[in-house]
T-cell receptor, first 112, second 117 residues
Framework: LAKTTQPISMDSYEGQEVNITCSHN???????ITWYQQFPSQGPRFIIQ???TKVTNEVASLFIPADRKSSTLSLPRVSLSDTAVYYC?????????????FGKGTTLSVSS | GAVVSQHPSRVICKSGTSVKIECRSL??????MFWYRQFPKQSLMLMAT?????????EQGVEKDKFLINHASLTLSTLTVTSAHPEDSSFYIC?????????????FGPGTRLTVL
């Protein structure tokens, strides 16, 4: 599985847009990029998944450049409740049957 | 989204006792489920892959005789921590994969907090 690198922590204020970038230089052709969010004492929650260009859903956007060696999770207008750890994972399309290997993640702290 | 439940949500036990944790996929069937362990301020660490109808596959360093996994049906996997000790105190999380036309990823249970006294 491709190794990912993320910032350990980020700070933001309510209402700001937050962009968390993940590096995955060794991403393989069949690999997808998936982001999870985890609150303390809870299981990770799926946020978004993409392969290339841009993916948007009701909570976030995922930007993936043409070389796919990095990706950026964009959270629009964050609130205090977005304070959490965000994990970037890279793996084969068949992630349903493949164990996910988690890196250290990015701890996002949102202040008022 | 798909729902995965775990029971119990938290358990406190005495050293030397065994504890069983259940993981259920509520609205889909999962041939494969995964068990993770997470210590405070750390990331999730994969313990084992649970396969329905066959033996689980354990990660290196995880004792299969201590962490018994049973995947008896397509919606239920259980993790039994045998002869638990204080160092087994941790947050245990399971996940199950869902394949659909729009996504192909895993969904996680809410976790079980185990405290061994």
């Amino acid at each position: 599985l491709a190794k990912t690198t993320q910032p350990i922590s980020m700070d933001s204020y309510e209402g700001q847009e937050v962009n968390i970038t993940c590096s995955h230089n060794n991403i393989a052709t069949n690999d997808y990029i998936t982001w999870y969010q985890q609150f303390p004492s809870q299981g990770p929650r799926f946020i978004i998944q993409g392969y290339k260009t841009k993916v948007t859903n009701e909570v976030a956007s995922l930007f993936i450049p043409a070389d796919r060696k990095s990706s950026t999770l964009s959270l629009p207008r964050v609130s205090l409740s977005d304070t959490a750890v965000y994990y970037c994972l890279v793996g084969d399309r068949d992630q349903a049957g493949t164990a996910l290997i988690f890196g250290k993640g990015t701890t996002l702290s949102v202040s008022s | 989204g798909a729902v995965v439940s775990q029971h119990p949500s938290r358990v406190i036990c005495k050293s030397g006792t065994s504890v069983k944790i259940e993981c259920r996929s509520l609205d889909f069937q999962a041939t494969t489920m995964f068990w993770y362990r997470q210590f405070p301020k750390q990331s999730l660490m994969l313990m084992a892959t649970s396969n329905e109808g066959s033996k689980a596959t354990y990660e290196q360093g995880v004792e299969k005789d201590k962490f018994l996994i049973n995947h008896a049906s397509l919606t239920l996997s259980t993790l039994t921590v045998t002869s638990a000790h204080p160092e087994d105190s941790s947050f245990y999380i399971c996940s199950a994969g869902l394949t659909s036309t729009s996504t192909d990823t895993q969904y996680f249970g809410p976790g079980t907090r185990l405290t061994v006294l």
